[in-house]
Every structure is written in C-alpha cells, then in structure tokens.
Nanobody
Framework: QVQLVESGGGLVQAGGSLRLSCAASGSIFSINAMGWYRQAPGKQRELVAAITSGGTTDYADSVKGRFTISRDNAKNTVYLQMNSLKPEDTAVYYC???????????????WGQGTQVTVSS
C-alpha cells in the first residue's frame, strides 16, 4: 500500500506565496511522474504541474511563470512553490504519483487526500 500525504495549504492574500509538499510512503520500488492537480468548486479536476523522475516539468498555462514544481527523489517528495497567487487559484490541491510497488510491478497512480488553498482578494 502507498500513501501520499500533502501539507502546506492555507489562506493567503492575493500576491502572496505558499509551498505545498507531498510525501509518498509505503511499498515503493520507484516513482515515475509526480504531479499536482486542483479542483475548484463546480469545476473539473485539472492538472497544475507535473515532473518526471528525471526532472522534466510541465505546467498548465494558467500557472506558468508563477508556480514551480520540484521533487526530492531520496525523500519520495514533490513540492509546489506557488508565487503571485490569485483568487482564481483557490481550490483543493491534490498530489498524484505513478508508483511501482515492486521491481516486477506495473505502475499504479495514487492520490493524496487534498489540501485546501484559498486566496483572498
């Protein structure tokens, strides 16, 4: 079993910053891509940023230049540094990871429980 635990959400004023963290634990042989998604009320969950095990990153157009995703492979942890936050960034942010539990196992996607980010105007 694999668990993803997020932290770092909260309430911030527009223009402020927050840093989200997500640590994976449990039966882990390797982790391929890791990413952050978000879901605002009444909207579909959307990809915010993703990073491969080799460090290649991808961002939603709406966050390019403001958010930075990074990871520490030794700690099985992914981070999302969010700067210049806007009210439209308000959402529940979910961590996602593609994990191989064993050397001969396929990769499975796991989700964190979500952390609330609220940006006030």
């Amino acid at each position: 079993q694999v668990q993803l635990v997020e932290s770092g959400g909260g309430l911030v004023q527009a223009g402020g910053s927050l840093r989200l963290s997500c640590a994976a634990s449990g039966s882990i042989f390797s982790i391929n891509a890791m990413g952050w998604y978000r879901q605002a009320p009444g909207k579909q969950r959307e990809l915010v940023a993703a990073i491969t095990s080799g460090g290649t990153t991808d961002y939603a157009d709406s966050v390019k230049g403001r958010f930075t995703i990074s990871r520490d492979n030794a700690k099985n942890t992914v981070y999302l540094q969010m700067n210049s936050l806007k009210p439209e960034d308000t959402a529940v942010y979910y961590c996602n990871a593609a994990v191989r539990p064993g050397v001969a196992s396929p990769s499975y996607r796991y989700w964190g429980q979500g952390t609330q980010v609220t940006v006030s105007s």
